[in-house]
């Protein structure tokens, strides 16, 4: 899956009441800064980013279009209003081509459907994968399929197949999700199983 692109513009001016009258007329304040790089100080569609942070997430790659140069850039903090949860600042980290740079990537799992049922559910321990590699390399998502695990089974890292070009920075033995019993399946047989007293037959025979 390719970045999402975000269009960006230059700005010129900062401080608080500034970035108050940017939110109102809908743009996001932000930085473009790397190794070797310009800071530039940036503003965005509010709306635009919003989709890509919700589809994407912080910590994903996005091609930054600036006055016709696009820019590859991960979205490396996202700043937000404790209260309102609004948008307040977003910090970019451009890359290098020839630089490798560490990432953390989502996991997403596949076949979930097919293993899941009323007594067995997937519980995922790692929800991101941190992975070092040149910005050419990066994968949105690292996606692990599931839909053969047998019950007590897992995935670990160690099983991954991502390539000799992305180097993974956990250990080997970290699980990453496993196929175990269902608690909700274990409460409802537990229910059952407990004894019914005299008192409590009383009661039901009535």
């Known amino acids: 899956m390719a970045a999402p692109k975000l269009n960006v513009e ?3 001016e900062g401080g608080r009441r500034y970035s108050i009258k940017l939110r109102k007329d809908g743009f996001i304040p932000g930085v473009i800064y790397g190794h070797n790089k310009e800071t530039k100080s940036i503003k965005l569609n509010e709306v635009e980013t919003l989709k890509v942070l919700k589809r994407f997430g912080s910590g994903s790659t996005v091609n930054l279009s600036l006055n016709g140069e696009v820019i590859p850039a991960i979205i490396k903090e996202v700043q937000k209003d404790i209260i309102k949860d609004n948008l307040l600042h977003i910090d970019f980290q451009q890359l290098s081509e020839d630089e490798e740079i560490k990432v953390f990537v989502p996991v997403v799992l596949s076949g979930k459907g097919k ?12 929800m991101e994968l941190e992975i070092r590699c040149l910005p050419k390399y990066i994968p949105t998502t690292v996606e692990v399929d599931v839909s053969n695990l047998k019950f007590g089974d ?33 409460e409802l047989e537990d229910d059952k199983n407990v004894p019914i007293y005299e008192s409590d037959k009383s009661i039901l025979d009535r």
Do not use: M, P
């Open 115 to 126: 293993v899941e049922s009323s007594t067995t559910i997937i519980q995922q321990q790692i």
């Open 154 to 186: 897992s995935i670990t890292v160690g099983d991954l197949k991502l390539g000799d070009n992305i180097e993974i920075l956990h250990d080997e033995n970290e699980v990453i999700a496993s196929l175990t019993a269902n608690s909700k399946y274990e």
């Open 10 to 12: 230059l700005r010129y």
